[in-house]
């Protein structure tokens, strides 16, 4: 009797239910993993952390002294920028938190205008937050440029003190409101003296990085450069 051959279970699930890009929603062909070939091609990359002045810098210019800034990717509605963050930030892909991790990483490492960064510090979620969402992408966005950068992580020296509404639909000043002293330092002298690079998922109006300098400023002789996975992009 002739032996029926059967499919790994993988392929037959995805018989059933294909992945499907996440951005477009086409099925997944091939080595393709969560978005197509078609969309990867249409990143709207940033490109800024070879260029001084750049989208980052600009809008923090007069509000942080920040020494270098650079975002991945430039986001606008419904490109595929927001949908990355999306992912990263709403649905736990971690997968793609890692890979856009390491490319922010690579980036600011190839740039040399980051390279004598002490350590990263994430964009802190109050803990309530944190526990509903059960991780913060700033966090796993900083594991992943860790292992290029070769620098440590530091997660609990800058907190959050105060839990906030969400920023999504408010406005600079509504923002601005909602965001003053947020943010605290535990321990300002483990951070004396030293450079950090402060790691954000998105910058929309600067309010959440510049409202963690406030609680940073207290720190002597401290050095800030700022990156994020994306900045808004008009
Ligand atoms: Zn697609």
């Known amino acids: 009797m002739q032996r029926l051959h059967f499919k790994p279970l993988h392929e037959l699930l ?5 992945d499907v890009c996440c951005h477009c929603g086409e099925p997944l062909v091939g080595d393709e993993r969560h978005l197509c070939t078609h969309c990867l091609a249409q990143i709207p990359w940033a490109r800024h952390a070879f260029f001084p002045g750049n989208e980052v810098e ?10 270098a800034g650079a975002a991945l990717l430039l986001f606008r509605q419904g490109n595929i920028a927001q949908t990355i963050v999306h992912q990263i ?12 991790g390491r490319l922010l990483g690579a980036e600011l490492q190839s740039s040399g205008r980051f390279s004598d960064i002490d350590c990263l510090v994430p ?19 900083c594991e992943a440029m860790a292992e290029i950068m070769h620098r440590p992580v530091v997660t609990d ?17 509504a923002r601005m409101d909602n965001m003053k002293e947020v ?11 030293k450079h950090i690079l402060l790691v954000d998922d998105i910058i929309t109006t600067g309010a959440t990085t ?15 450069s700022i990156a994020s996975l994306a900045v808004t992009s008009s």
């Open 14 to 18: 995805q018989l059933i239910f294909p």
């Open 58 to 67: 600009q809008r923090l210019v007069g509000r942080i002294p920040c020494q």
């Open 89 to 100: 930030k709403y649905e736990g892909n971690l997968a793609m938190a890692k890979q856009y």
């Open 123 to 141: 964009v802190p979620l109050h803990r309530r937050r944190k526990r509903q969402r059960g991780y913060n992408q700033s966090e796993l966005l």
């Open 157 to 173: 020296n800058l907190y959050r003190q105060r839990y906030t509404d969400t920023q999504t639909h408010k406005d600079r000043q």
């Open 183 to 193: 943010f605290a330092v535990r321990h300002p002298e483990y951070f004396e003296n």
């Open 210 to 224: 510049e409202n963690c300098y406030h609680a940073l400023c207290a720190v002597p002789n401290l050095r800030i």
